[in-house]
């Protein structure tokens, strides 16, 4: 089975703050439902088969309108879905479920490559991830083991919301120290990328004051930062570790993980603020970013100023498969990239702090 997600390869791996990991913590299966749907009573069959034996429940149905009522009706964690069925295709399934449930983590499968639904589709739609089908199940396995993981974050996250409601200052103390728990789960068994959304959020408080921005901005930039690659969490550890290149499906997957990452934070209101960081800093300015192509000032400020932030610091530091870039030579790449990948009022802001600033830089680096 052949992964195709967002399948657009990314031209610049460093772009990632790359290959960061995942929690090892065992999950019961046994604990997540998961519904399929497909109107091939074949694939049911056989999906039920090996999901059954790889633990998990599953509950398969072939009609699509059926789909939508039963998940109208009932809590399900995951959904396999179809996308060419009739009477209704995959993408309107996902249009009418995400109108009364937006927790539902949803894969698409597909045929065929060239039946996979458009980008634009993926785009719209709070759509996790799609695949091929195949007759051999372990990437699918794979890809269904990574959604359970962000369900499993999730329901962390809807708890510790739930629990702490009534007082704002318990929930603020909670928040922070959920944000280093939830991270250092991402950070925490790569040596190469260890420091990395510490320095991220340094960096980007260091553009936000010199833009004067207002505290409550520099607060959010200061969390976001932190945060920002927290969806990388729902990224098989084969992908993230890998020491060599990635292929054009591995940088594929790679791309989802900021609408994952924004997909895991959705059910708490205290994390609100720092989503639109998480789920478009890697947006572009010319529009050709993901995953939402947005360009120019569609982009969320605050995540335009964290893009610059991150891709700074993944060039300046070591990787499994590169070394560190100088200083000059990311600062020209930076001068470089503004206008087309950066939003050119940002880059001079930057690019004077590294002039003007550099021990504030320096201090950074030294410190993680």
């Not at 991830?129 to 083991?145: A, H, N, P, T, V």
Request: hydrophobic share 35%; with cysteine; aromatic share 6%.
């Amino acid at each position: 089975m052949r992964i195709n997600i967002n399948a657009k390869p990314l031209t610049e791996q460093q772009e990632n703050g790359d290959n960061q990991s995942q929690s090892k913590a065992t999950i019961n299966k046994n604990d997540y439902k998961i519904i399929a749907v497909d109107d091939e009573m074949g694939i049911i069959d056989s999906l039920s088969v090996y999901l059954s034996r790889s633990g998990y429940r599953l509950v398969g149905v072939t009609d699509p309108m059926e789909a939508i009522e039963r998940v109208r009706n009932e809590h399900f964690d995951l959904m396999l879905l179809d996308f060419i069925m009739t009477p209704v295709h995959g993408d309107k399934v996902v249009e009418e479920i995400r109108k009364f449930n937006k927790e539902l983590y949803i894969l698409l499968l597909t045929g065929h490559k060239d039946l996979a639904p458009p980008l634009e589709t993926i785009k719209k739609l709070d759509i996790q991830g799609y695949c091929e089908k195949s007759d051999k199940f372990d990437q699918l396995l794979l890809l269904i083991e990574s959604g359970i993981k962000s369900v499993e974050q999730m329901r962390l996250i809807k708890s510790i919301n739930n629990e702490l409601q009534e007082s704002k200052e318990l929930l603020e103390k909670s928040y922070l120290e959920t944000i280093e728990t939830l991270r250092y789960t991402v950070e925490a068994k790569d040596v190469y990328t260890r420091g990395h959304s510490d320095r991220v959020s340094e960096y980007s408080v260091l553009i936000g004051e010199k833009m004067g921005l207002p505290e409550e901005e520099i607060r959010k930039l200061k969390i976001g930062g932190l945060f920002h690659d927290i969806g990388k969490i729902g990224i098989p550890d084969s992908i993230l570790l890998k020491p060599d290149k990635l292929t054009p499906d591995e940088y594929s997957e790679i791309k989802n993980h900021p609408s994952i990452g924004a997909h895991i934070l959705s059910n708490a209101t205290i994390f609100e603020d720092i989503i639109p960081i998480v789920k478009h800093h890697h947006e572009r300015y010319d529009g050709k970013g993901y995953p939402s192509g947005l360009a120019g000032e569609d982009i969320p400020l605050l995540a335009r100023i964290t893009a610059i932030a991150d891709t700074f610091d993944a060039m300046m530091s070591r990787r499994s498969y590169r070394d560190a870039m100088n200083q000059d030579t990311v600062t020209q790449e930076l001068l470089k990239c503004s206008g087309t990948q950066f939003d050119p009022k940002i880059i001079p802001v930057f690019l004077d702090i590294i002039e003007n600033k550099n021990d504030k830089i320096q201090e950074i680096r030294a410190k993680y």
